[in-house]
Antibody, heavy 115, light 107 residues
Framework: EVKLQQSGDELVRPGASVKISCKASGYTFTNYAMYWVKQSPGQGLEWIGTIIPLIDTTSYNQKFKGKATLTADKSSNTAYMELSRLTSEDSAVYYC????????WGQGVMVTVSS | DIQMTQSPASLSASLGETVSIECLASEDIYSYLAWYQQKPGKSPQLLIYAANRLQDGVPSRFSGSGSGTQYSLKISGMQPEDEGDYFCLQGSKFPLTFGSGTKLEIK
């Protein structure tokens, strides 16, 4: 069974960074790209970027360049997204999803930026 | 960026009714279009990909159609479990972009 298990919800201070994980199981991690998505009430769903774990290649939505950094650890079948210099605009639910079809999604991580 | 205009924003349907949701792309997306369902507090689930291909395990009352810039999702015979939010995603060109969503409720 394919599963994407994300880390827990986060409460972070403005200006801080947060790193979210997405552990894949039930398939060969390096066979598929991992996509990251932001969902917020005001902006709907937004594609943040994509990482191809096999070759550690990333693609980013221009809007999130400098905000998000995607990495992958092939030894633990885990993808990561770090969000930096957080503001209230970054408060949202963040998902990882498998391959260009987004056929499997993680459960989501709610990031709340508040002092 | 490719804009995805989704309509309607909300929809109310009776049980057994057939409903349609549309997505209009700002340019040709060559059928690189997927549809998702999302229920409150849950992750989205893939329903349709490549405009008209039904994802494994998805009931056959869901169908997709379209080409070029115009695409639609049809639910033939609304069921209680079909309540939720629906949105489209274009995968033709980076940045990938989503429709703004349709909230489907039972009348």
């Amino acid at each position: 069974e394919v599963k994407l298990q994300q880390s827990g919800d986060e409460l972070v201070r403005p200006g801080a960074s947060v790193k979210i994980s997405c552990k894949a199981s039930g398939y060969t991690f390096t066979n598929y790209a991992m996509y990251w998505v932001k969902q917020s009430p005001g902006q709907g769903l937004e594609w943040i970027g994509t990482i191809i774990p096999l070759i550690d290649t990333t693609s980013y939505n221009q809007k999130f360049k400098g905000k998000a950094t995607l990495t992958a650890d092939k030894s633990s079948n885990t993808a990561y997204m770090e969000l930096s210099r957080l503001t209230s605009e970054d408060s949202a639910v963040y998902y990882c999803a498998r391959r260009e079809l987004f056929d499997y999604w993680g459960q989501g991580v709610m990031v709340t930026v508040s002092s | 960026d490719i804009q995805m205009t989704q309509s309607p924003a909300s929809l109310s349907a009776s049980l057994g009714e057939t409903v349609s949701i549309e997505c209009l792309a700002s340019e040709d997306i060559y059928s690189y279009l997927a549809w998702y369902q999302q229920k409150p507090g849950k992750s989205p689930q893939l329903l349709i990909y490549a405009a008209n291909r039904l994802q494994d395990g998805v009931p056959s009352r869901f169908s997709g159609s379209g080409s070029g810039t115009q695409y639609s999702l049809k639910i033939s015979g609304m069921q209680p479990e079909d309540e939720g939010d629906y949105f489209c995603l274009q995968g033709s060109k980076f940045p990938l972009t989503f429709g703004s969503g349709t909230k489907l409720e039972i009348k």
